[in-house]
Structures are given as C-alpha cells and as structure tokens.
C-alpha cells in the first residue's frame, strides 16, 4: 500500500494549487482519504477528507476555498485549493484507512503519504 502525494509548489496569495495523492495496493472507493498538513512549529493539523461514499468533509479554515474530489479510475484524491492564503502554507499530507467514515481518520497506523510543500508568499 502506497500513497504518493504531489502537486506542491509557490505561489502568491489568491492563487491556486491542487494536490493529488495516488493511490497503489489498494482501490481508494473502499477507503476514507484525507489531506492533512503540519505548518513549522505547529501541530498537524486535518484540512479536508472524502469518505467511501464520498461525503466530504472540511476545517473551517478551508471551507469555500478547497475542494477535495476522487478518481476512482486513476485511483487518485485530488485537493483543490484556490485563494490560497500565507496561513495555508505547510506541508501536505494524505492518509488513508479502510474504514466507510473519516472519523478518527489520521491516526499514525493509518496509511500515510510522504508529503508535498505548499508555500504561500504574501
């Protein structure tokens, strides 16, 4: 089981990025996916999560700006950020637990990604 998460980078406030995590071992539809991202300093914290049945959850600091979505074809769960914010810049991670729900999703014996840096410059 592999996650490999992608599509990090700089950009200016108001601008855009979407991450990808793709998915290898496993089918994602029968997974909760989530982003999760860990600022310098501070404590990782969950940003967003899809579950099996693709109900959607996001932290209120995110909301209206990121959209989280699934691929079941290319196995991938994407992480659409727009108006991006210098807050928002940290590492990105996603994880994964075979589970129908995101409840209790990031645990550390949960599958986990190596992580893509988002860095905004104000």
């Known amino acids: 089981v592999q996650l490999q998460a992608s599509g990090g980078g700089l950009v200016q406030t108001g601008g855009s990025l979407r991450l990808s995590c793709v998915a290898s071992?496993?089918?994602?539809?029968?997974?909760?996916i989530g982003w999760f991202r860990q600022a310098p300093g501070k404590e990782r914290e969950g940003v967003s999560c899809?579950?099996?049945?693709?109900?959607?959850y996001y932290a209120d600091s995110v909301k209206g700006r990121f959209t989280i979505s699934s691929d079941n074809a290319r196995n991938t769960v994407y992480l659409q950020m727009n108006s991006l914010k210098p807050e928002d810049t940290a590492v990105y991670y996603c994880?994964?637990?075979?589970?129908?729900?995101?409840?209790?999703?990031?645990?550390?014996?949960?599958?986990w990604g190596k992580g893509t840096q988002v860095t905004v410059s104000s």
């Open positions: 994880a994964a637990r075979f589970w129908p729900t995101c409840q209790g999703l990031g645990a550390p014996s949960d599958y």
């Open positions: 899809i579950s099996s049945g693709e109900t959607t």
């Open positions: 071992g496993f089918t994602i539809e029968d997974y909760a």
